[in-house]
């Protein structure tokens, strides 16, 4: 006897989908968020950035979140808490991010 895999039906979505597998050990947010875009069929996912934090965390997690599928990132409150000239820097640094995980469309 085979055994089905478990579905999960989703509010806005009447087909059911799979259940996305959890890996047995922690190796790291990316394999997470993958198991997150699957999960999510054609939904778009986005990475909210959460409280404040350090240029280089806040774009770690960017990385990992766009190496993991993820479509692109909110983060408001690390932009916008920011001196001017401080965010602009950010941004610069999120935009060479966002860019080596872009989507051609040529």
């Known amino acids: 006897m085979s055994r089905q895999p478990r579905r999960r039906c989703w509010p806005n979505n009447r087909e059911a ?3 996305a597998p959890v890996p047995a050990s922690d190796p790291g947010p990316q394999p997470s968020i993958a198991a997150v875009v699957r999960s999510a069929g054609r939904s778009l996912v986005l990475l909210s950035g959460g409280e404040r934090a350090p240029d280089e965390e806040v774009l770690t997690r960017a990385e990992e979140a766009m190496a993991g599928g993820a479509t692109g990132v909110i983060f408001g409150r690390n932009v916008w808490q920011r001196d001017h000239d401080e965010a602009l820097r950010f941004v610069a640094g999120l935009r060479d ?4 995980h872009s989507l051609a469309t040529d």
């Not at 991010?97 to 080596?100: A, E, F, P, T």
Request: hydrophobic residues 45%; proline residues 14%.
């Open 97 to 100: 991010v966002l860019s080596r």
């Open 17 to 19: 989908s799979p259940a």
